[in-house]
C-alpha cells in the first residue's frame, strides 16, 4: 500500500512562488510515473503534471505555460516529488493532489493513477 503525503500549500499572493512536495512511502513508488491534479471549488479535478519514473520525463498542462517544474528524488529512502509553482495567479487556487500511477511512462489521465493523497490547499489572493 502506498502512502502519499503533500506538503507545501498555502496562502500567497499574485505572483508569488510555492514548491509543493509529496512524500511516498510503503510500496516499490520510486518504479512508477508520479502526477500532480488539481481541483478548484466547484469544478472537476484535472491534470497539472507528471514525472516519469526515472524523473527524465515530464508533461504538463497546457495552462502551465511553462510556470511549473514537476521533479522528483528516487535516492534511497527518499521518494519525494515536487511541484515547483512560479508565477502564480488566482485561478491557480486549488487543492493540490499528489498521485502513484500504474506505470513508469509519464501519465495524464487520472485512470492511470492508483494512489492519491489528501491534498493540500493552495490559495492565490490578493
Known sequence: QVHLVESGGGVVQPGDSVRLS?????GTESRFAMGWFRQAPGKERE???????SGLSSSYAAFVKGRFTCSRDN???????????????????AVYYCAAATSPNVAIDQEEYEYWGQGTQVTVSA
Open 47 to 53: 491534470f497539472v503534471a507528471t514525472v516519469s519514473a
Open 75 to 93: 535516492a534511497m529512502n527518499t521518494n519525494t516529488v515536487y511541484l515547483q509553482m512560479r508565477n502564480l495567479k488566482p485561478e491557480d487556487t
Open 22 to 26: 509529496c512524500t511516498a512511502s510503503g
